[in-house]
């Protein structure tokens, strides 16, 4: 054998080996030993009214959407008009047939402390509506001409006001626009770091929640359309804004508190019909990655934006006038999820699992390929055996497939291309 033929032999063996231990070394694992606590029941949230409404065809649609917080009003509506008692009443009826817990947020711009105080004392006192959530202006780093030492003055007056009709209640705050995904950030984004901080320094002792907002697109004013590609490159900066914001609130207390993404989406403005718009399918599959995620890092609260939008309003809303939107479906998904964290990881830079225990000791694992072709991958259970397959959900082409058998063989997932997948496991102790 020439030494030519030898060398080419050679290298040939070597590459093989090389995507041999590659491929062996791509897998998904869940840690059956390690329970991370129990995911909160506010992360299916989600914002409504008044102005986004659910039309009355979708009025059933959204009673079994599996939306459990539903944050009123959404977006700016309440720094520009006062919330009526009827408004309030029907926001009730609406939260309470829909199985979502409510939360409430009370004027700051043109407000007033009484005027928030009599909100609370309305609803909590007269009636029993036992809204425990309240927050207090939304976005005020957009307000014209308003500083962060403003805010922290004419929040906490409203604060305790509040909390002199109904100590028992939790505020959230500051409800600022953005937030930073890096430790670098940039010029906007780390300015509104800044009122966090500042906030936090003014009013750590009344805050209970840290909330802040979060739309990663578009990125400029004129910015062309967002892509896919884009979308599946932004899914991971939410690990390191999570981090972040944990940091931010270990300087400036000492200590971290519960956080809440109250306001979130993947675009801030009304865009619609595009390959990466909310309304397409594969900002289904960025959401059910970027959701898996906020869980993973146990967070409190996450309210999408919105439950509800059509015409002008552009394609925000999990529900449109007649039909639900893809993203709709994420959480249709998560509804049969369970409720103990578990501790789970993927090496596939695009594919990421979620897992949980449910009551009956059953594994309920949430995967997501964000990619744009299929992938297999092998699974590994720590501390309990496969024993068999209870039930699989399968998202892709706008739809939910049901008990798809081909998805889980017991060793091996098998993953379509920009796909979700949920799997619910019977397993027996041991390894």
């Not at 977006?75 to 199985?99: K, V, Y």
């Not at 909310?278 to 869980?295: E, K, N, Q, T």
Request: glycine share 8%; proline share 5%; net charge negative.
């Amino acid at each position: 054998m020439s030494l030519r033929r030898w060398l080419v032999i050679a290298l040939l063996t070597l590459i093989g080996g090389v995507i041999s231990v590659s491929a062996q070394d791509t897998d998904l694992t869940v840690d059956a030993t390690r329970s991370l606590g129990a995911i909160s029941p506010y992360v299916y949230g989600a914002n409504y009214g008044p102005w986004g409404i659910v039309s009355i065809d979708m009025q059933p649609t959204a009673a079994t959407a599996g939306v459990t917080h539903m944050r009123f009003p959404a977006g700016r509506w309440g720094d520009e008009h006062d919330i009526t008692e009827g408004q309030l009443d029907l926001f009730m009826l609406q939260a309470r047939a829909w199985g979502g817990t409510p939360s409430v947020s009370v004027r700051l711009e043109d407000g007033a402390p009484e005027q928030a105080a009599a909100l609370v004392r309305y609803a909590n006192i007269e009636n029993d509506y036992a809204i425990r959530h309240w927050s207090i202006g939304n976005e005020p780093d957009l307000f014209k001409d308003y500083t962060v030492e403003q805010f922290n003055t004419e929040w906490r007056a409203i604060a305790l006001a509040m909390e002199a009709v109904d100590p028992s209640i939790l505020l959230l705050g500051p409800e600022v626009s953005q937030f930073p995904v890096t430790v670098a950030g940039d010029a906007y984004t780390n300015a509104r770091r800044e009122w966090v901080r500042a906030f936090l320094q003014a009013n750590g002792d009344l805050v209970d929640i840290v909330a802040v907002h979060r739309y990663p697109f578009p990125e400029t004013m004129n910015a062309p359309a967002t892509t896919i590609a884009q979308l599946r490159a932004n899914a991971p900066e939410w690990d390191t804004l999570i981090d972040n914001l944990r940091v931010v609130m270990r300087e400036a207390l000492g200590r971290e508190l519960p956080i809440a993404l109250t306001e979130v989406n993947s675009h801030w403005n009304h865009v619609i019909g595009g390959e990466g718009t909310p309304d397409s399918r594969y900002h289904a599959i960025w959401w059910a990655d970027v959701l898996g995620r906020m869980i993973r890092q146990r967070v409190e609260i996450v309210n999408y934006f919105s439950l509800s939008s059509f015409g002008a309003l552009g394609g925000f809303g999990l529900l449109d006038r007649y039909k639900v939107r893809p993203t709709y479906y994420v959480y249709q998904l998560y509804q049969q999820f369970g409720d103990d964290l578990l501790s789970s990881s993927s090496s596939d830079a695009d594919v990421t699992i979620t897992a949980a225990r449910r009551d009956d000791g059953a594994l309920t694992l949430m995967i997501v390929n964000r990619a744009l072709e299929a992938r297999t991958l092998p699974l590994t259970l720590v501390g309990v055996q496969f024993v068999r397959t209870l039930d699989a959900q399968l998202f892709e082409a706008d739809q939910l497939s049901e008990a798809i058998p081909t998805l889980f063989d017991g060793q091996t997932v098998n993953m379509p291309p920009a796909s979700i997948t949920r799997l619910t496991i019977a397993v027996e102790d041991g390894e």
